[in-house]
């Protein structure tokens, strides 16, 4: 099997500190609070928990290189 790495891909996110359902590609989400709300690079939206932001996202600060 082959390994792949995702391109370095900048997306903005927030942290919620409420539920939402969010309407998704594949249908309606609940973001639970203190689940991350991910826009996607096609403008999509989706959640994320905590745990799982952290290991795949990090700050990004403008004129970083890739």
């Known amino acids: ?6 391109k370095p891909v900048v997306v903005e ?11 998704t590609l594949e249908g309606p989400l609940k973001a639970s609070p203190g ?11 989706y959640p994320c928990k905590p745990d799982i932001f952290q290991k795949t996202y990090e700050p990004f600060e403008a004129g970083a290189c890739c």
């Not at 996110?13 to 309407?23: C, P």
């Not at 689940?35 to 939206?45: A, C, L, Q, Y």
């Open 35 to 45: 689940d991350w709300v991910i826009t996607g690079i096609n403008g999509e939206k």
């Open 13 to 23: 996110a927030y942290q919620t500190h409420e539920e939402l359902i969010i309407q």
């Open 1 to 6: 099997m082959n390994k792949f790495r995702k």
